[in-house]
């Protein structure tokens, strides 16, 4: 199983971020890989995410063959980085 995890969240919001999701599903499934995507492009809450074991980024927009491409490396335990 991969969980998608975006990014977008209120202006000092740390209990709706996305990074409060990452760390939560860390914490409860910690070998579970985690792919963040973000319009907003790899800010350092990203940076962050993927320093603690996050599986991978990917910059919106996207193509599904981008994301299905993000899936499958990130299920094969390889580090995802795509720029839309």
Known sequence: MCEPCSTPKPAG???SSGEA???ALRQRAPGLPILLWSGYGA???ISGMLSRGAA???QK???VAELSRAVADAMR????SARG
């Not at 335990?77 to 995802?80: D, E, M, T, Y």
């Open 56 to 58: 991978g980024f990917v």
């Open 13 to 15: 919001d740390r209990e």
């Open 21 to 23: 999701t990452f760390d």
């Open 43 to 45: 800010d350092q809450d």
């Open 61 to 63: 927009p996207y193509s």
């Open 77 to 80: 335990g390889r580090v995802v």
